[in-house]
């Protein structure tokens, strides 16, 4: 059975080569380009000295500054209309998730129109759109090279996956050098949701030989640098391994598949405004222990990829040194569950059957090894907050 493989037309990967985006879109014949960002990023100094270049250039770009975190259909619009009102030939998304989710939605509606819930999964739009640039600060969400946006309804909460070609950068610039002044708190989540991605890619049903060895590859090295730099921010050798594992990972489950965390951690996110990297870390772990039996094998590997277990062990006790190993890692990255971060119980209660069945509908749970019903869902939800 054959494996389909996609990729960004051209990675640049390195220290300083977000400075290359004049040349990359001269040397692609794009000369308009909308960039999106949020208003963060927008008043850092990187973004000044990358659009002098681009107008030292003779390249006409636009700045758009208002992407909010976990975009919504609202947020989105804004944006859409800012790109009818120009002549641009190509959209730049500089920044986190948010930034990217939102200029990959920008892409597709500017150029083929709709609204989001029309591309949501299932459906997968592999239509060609307007050529994207992806320019990550984080070493996290890996979508400057995934064929993935998740924007939330503004109507319903309801956080939507949509995917397909169509989502995939044309060219990523991959430059740690934008990460060295994230805070703890981003760099621990982002830290750890890029090794969710490469852990659920590698058990996911849909893994496959390509998928395995970036997967396994990142995830040794997020782990073994991602308490360096939550402790040392300033560790360049360790945030440029961090962002090269983070791109890797992203290759990796973009071209298998996320699983059941991710499943839950977007309604998570929706209904209780945690950030995607947070919800990810406080599932991870339960996750991880309600899934094992069901390939035992598979999460033993991870845990002597990582280092936590030894060829010695089974299959079954090495599994178990992951759980172990991830509930320690939280401990250290000090990650709040949802009652430590202020979650009454009743208000938890209110939406876990809500949560559980757009987690289902999302499709990623039934790509875990132990594939659960909504009400083994629900019951997770519970656990999580006790």
């Known amino acids: ?102 200029a ?29 640039i992806a320019i990550p600060t984080t070493a996290g969400s890996g979508s400057e090279c995934t064929r993935f946006t998740i924007i939330t309804d503004s109507a319903t909460n309801e956080k939507m996956l949509c995917a397909g070609l169509a989502f995939l950068p044309t060219i990523a610039l991959v430059d740690y050098e934008l990460t060295m002044r994230m805070p703890a708190r981003l760099t621990a989540d982002t830290g750890v949701d890029a090794l969710v991605h490469a852990v659920e890619a590698f058990v996911s049903r849909k893994s496959n030989p390509f998928t395995d060895d970036l997967a396994l590859t990142a995830m040794r090295t997020l782990f073994t640098n991602l308490r360096i730099v939550y402790e040392d921010p300033s560790n360049a050798s360790a945030r440029a391994q961090m962002m090269l594992a983070s791109t890797q990972a992203g290759i990796a489950f973009s071209n298998s598949s996320v699983a059941l965390v991710h499943g839950m951690s977007r309604p998570l996110g929706a209904h209780f405004n945690v950030a995607h990297g947070l919800s990810n870390s406080m599932l991870m772990p339960d996750i991880t222990e309600f899934s094992v039996d069901a390939a035992p094998a598979r999460y033993a590997t991870c845990a002597r990829t990582l280092g936590i277990a030894t060829d010695d062990l089974s299959d079954a ?58 009400p083994e869902i629900e019951e997770l939800y519970e656990s999580l907050w006790r």
């Open 104 to 132: 990959k939605a920008v892409a597709l509606l500017g150029s083929r129109g709709g609204s989001m819930g029309d591309y949501k999964a299932p459906i997968l739009t592999d239509t060609p759109t307007l050529p994207l």
């Open 317 to 374: 006790e090495a599994a178990a040194r992951l759980v172990t190993g991830l509930h320690d890692l939280n401990t250290d990255l000090e990650v709040p569950g949802p009652r430590q971060y202020g979650i009454s119980q009743s208000s938890w209660r209110e939406k876990v059957a809500i949560m559980a069945r757009q987690a289902k509908a999302s499709g990623s749970p039934d790509n875990n090894p132990r594939i659960a019903s909504v």
């Open 1 to 102: 059975m054959s494996s389909v493989i996609a990729l960004p037309r051209l990675l640049r990967i390195g220290g300083g080569c977000s400075a290359d985006l004049a040349e990359v879109l001269s040397d692609a014949e794009l000369s308009r380009p909308l960039i999106i960002t949020d208003p963060y990023l927008a008043a850092q100094p990187f973004l000044d000295r990358i659009v002098s270049r681009l107008d030292a250039a003779g390249v006409r770009a636009e700045v758009f500054s208002e992407v909010r975190p976990d975009p919504t259909t609202d947020s989105v619009d804004k944006a859409v209309q800012v790109f009818h009102g120009g002549e641009f030939d190509c959209v730049v998304g500089i920044g986190g998730g948010s930034p990217m989710d939102t």
